[in-house]
């Protein structure tokens, strides 16, 4: 309470920090993060050389040497939502405090494959407020491999790209016992964060487990005005046991227990009393399989979301509301690789079966009016079956990976309530429908003397998601208009080009990214004049539907330079647009945008200087709710330093988020709602070896 209350002390007094000026050392840099910029790499069966693959980028949250992990994050104990922002690829659409929605490509959840190692979910929220990044931690997970486009096509069919979330997991180091307690203070929205884990490893057995709490009192945004409805309370809980059967047999189990309540959302007209998630899964590796192949995985899971709406908190609501939302999804896959001459193959069989249903139950104010009540997802169930392959040739000269995936999608309505409703707008409905959906890709990777080249082209499709397709009224505060689905939607399918450059010299490494997609039957809301309103003030009805075509790209630009062993600079400027076939801009492109950090980090003792910003959002389009946001630059300081008890390890950091106090809002942020104001913070965290 001590620290809590000097920390909130410091933010009243600091008010006007700009003696810490031009901390921007950095205008002799220029832009980026500190992630690391990866690829997956395999060993070459014939030469022994290393062939590189697949990923993106991958965030690395934590690692069992959590003392030096640590050092490398601004903010060891930050929500996932802010380690996914600070990424390269991703952006975050912000609706409050808690559960960002992730953007990959300019592309948001719909197009993309999000898993958690590997296991398909999906949120029960029609509103997107639960995001499969908002049922886990960064306390159980070890990294996140991000990959766009069709090099996400591992995950499942997808348009804009996959994001894996991956659970932490000792995988039978001889660790014996071991363990951490973690603490943490935020001034700004007077967060508390408390969190452990507790692990035993060895080369026949691991089991780790690991809780963490997190509650947060309303932020403050930069003028200083406090922004109601922004709290929240979340919890986490989860373990992961292995058992080796023999050293080529492994069984494997994870579990997590996720549970979020009074969220609030102060860009949305309603709140969340409750978000829960169970997720489990057991897995089978064996080293050897049948003839040569080899590296089999299967893997059996389950999850089972509940996520519960209301407005009772609200003042003076013209009619209250209940929204619960129920997803349910069972699901498997099964790998193995096969190592012949040059060629590499990956052959994977997946599926899973989801189970999504959503309601409504309005309360007029009047007590003699009766309740209505609606289904918004009418229970619709999903069965998919896919069949993904990959095979990395290596050339002469440098790598070419193939890749393909072919699926089969069956919708099927189970409510007869809600099919009979949606029948109202589509009387020659079917029940259900049956969709083939397909991918095919190619990739190549060459190293020029000094320059790392890599270049691809591929194609994929999608089908519409529950919401697009069987929708029923859902409102969207955003552009203010109620939505209805549309189950006669043709896939969305997208054309994909892709480039990437990377200079590495001495000192200093320069990389060009850039890729383009031309979506074919692009999904979007659409006005109908002809429809009626449900949600009271809602301007319109919009249904979603096929656009002839939209393109989108994006290039970036990054730097990396090693000043000294001790300090590191690294920077990252990017371009977007997205268009349609009449030339209106789509919502949520990204302006320009910029951002750069300069890194110490000398034995136990560390620090952090960043900056990040963007220019005026000028490509906006009033008809999707967009208005300018204005330019913005903002700070961010951070200190660390590593100290030993009794052959234990105990880390603090302090910093400061936001230093000049800015007062700002992105392009995603929701209804143009502000950002945080200046935030102190500090964490502690101490590791039992």
């Known amino acids: 309470m001590k620290i809590k209350n000097r920390l909130g002390s410091l933010y009243r007094m600091v008010k006007n920090p700009k003696q810490l000026i031009f901390v921007t050392i950095f205008l002799c840099l220029t832009l980026v993060q500190h992630q690391v910029n990866a690829q997956e790499y395999q060993v070459d069966p014939v030469t022994k050389s290393i062939l590189p693959v697949n990923l993106?980028?991958?965030?690395?949250?934590?690692?069992?040497?959590?003392?030096?992990?640590?050092?490398s994050h601004q903010k060891p104990l930050s929500t996932l939502d802010a380690y996914l922002e600070s990424s390269k690829k991703l952006s975050m659409i912000k609706r409050g405090a808690y559960a960002w929605e992730p953007v990959l490509n300019d592309m948001s959840s719909e197009r993309l494959a999000i898993t958690i190692d590997g296991m398909r979910i999906f949120g029960a929220c029609t509103d997107k407020m639960d995001p499969i990044t908002s049922y886990v931690d960064v306390s159980n997970l070890s990294d996140v491999h991000i990959a766009g486009g069709q090099e996400g096509a591992v995950q499942g069919s997808t348009i804009g790209g996959a994001i894996d979330l991956r659970l932490e997991k000792s995988n039978f180091k001889p660790l014996d016992w071991n363990g951490s307690v973690e603490t943490g203070i935020e001034a700004n929205n007077m967060a508390q964060i408390f969190g452990g884990e507790l692990n035993y490893s060895n080369e026949q057995f691991y089991l780790d487990t690991d809780v963490i709490y997190r509650k947060a009192e309303n932020y403050v945004d930069?003028?200083?005005?406090?922004?109601?409805?922004?709290?929240?309370?979340?919890?986490?809980?989860?373990?992961?046991?292995?058992?080796?059967?023999?050293?080529?047999?492994?069984?494997?189990?994870?579990?997590?227990f996720d549970e979020a309540r009074d969220v609030g959302y102060p860009a949305l007209p309603m709140d969340v009393s409750l978000a829960r998630a169970f997720i489990g899964s057991v897995s089978w590796i064996q080293t050897d399989f049948i003839g040569k192949f080899e590296q089999w995985e299967t893997k059996l899971y389950a999850n089972s979301i509940t996520h519960i709406m209301d407005d009772s908190q609200r003042p003076d609501v013209p009619i209250r509301m209940d929204m619960p939302g129920w997803s349910d999804t069972y699901g498997y896959y099964s790998q193995a690789r096969l190592n012949l001459d040059n060629h590499n193959f990956l052959v994977k069989l997946d599926g899973f079966y989801n189970r999504s249903l959503a309601e409504m139950t309005m309360y007029p104010n009047d007590p003699n009016q009766q309740e209505m009540f609606m289904l918004t997802w009418p229970d619709v169930r999903t069965l998919n079956t896919g069949l993904y392959a990959e095979d990395g040739i290596k050339l002469k000269k440098g790598t070419l990976k193939l890749t393909t995936r072919v699926a089969v999608q069956g919708f099927n309505v189970a409510d007869s309530f809600g099919l009979n409703s949606l029948r109202i707008f589509y009387p020659e409905m079917e029940q259900r429908q049956t969709r083939f959906l397909k991918s095919i890709g190619a990739k190549y990777l060459q190293n020029f003397n000094t320059v790392e080249f890599s270049g691809g082209v591929s194609y994929g499709d999608r089908a519409p998601s529950v919401s697009e397709g069987f929708g029923f009224y859902l409102f969207n505060s955003f552009d203010n208009h109620d939505y209805i689905g549309d189950p006669d939607l043709k896939n969305e399918k997208a054309l994909e080009a892709k480039l990437k450059l990377s200079l590495p010299l001495e000192k200093i490494t320069f990389g060009v990214d850039a890729n383009y997609f031309h979506t074919m039957d692009y999904i979007i809301g659409e006005v109908n004049p002809d429809l009626s309103v449900m949600t009271i003030g809602a301007e319109g009805v919009k249904v979603y539907r096929n656009l002839e075509y939209a393109t989108l790209y994006n290039v970036a630009l990054d730097a990396d330079y090693k000043i000294s062993p001790s300090f590191r600079c690294t920077g990252l400027v990017s371009y977007h647009r997205g268009t349609d076939q009449d030339n209106r801009n789509l919502p949520f492109i990204s302006p320009l945008s910029y951002s750069g950090q300069l890194l110490y980090n000398s034995g136990k003792l560390s620090g952090t200087l960043s900056m990040r910003g963007a220019a005026d959002q000028t490509n906006f389009n009033p008809e999707f709710g967009e208005d300018r946001t204005d330019a913005y630059t903002v700070f961010s300081l951070s200190f660390g330093k590593t100290f030993s008890i009794n052959k234990d390890d105990v880390y603090v950091k302090a910093g400061v988020e936001n230093v000049f106090d800015t007062f700002y809002s992105t392009y995603t942020d929701w209804n143009n709602i502000p950002r945080m104001g200046r935030n102190f913070y500090m964490t502690v965290s101490y590791a039992i070896n």
């Open 56 to 71: 993106e980028e991958v965030i690395l949250i934590s690692s069992y040497k959590w003392s030096l992990e640590h050092i």
């Open 222 to 256: 930069g003028n200083g005005q406090e922004i109601a409805f922004s709290q929240f309370e979340k919890y986490n809980l989860s373990a992961n046991v292995g058992y080796k059967v023999t050293d080529e047999q492994k069984l494997l189990a994870s579990f997590i």
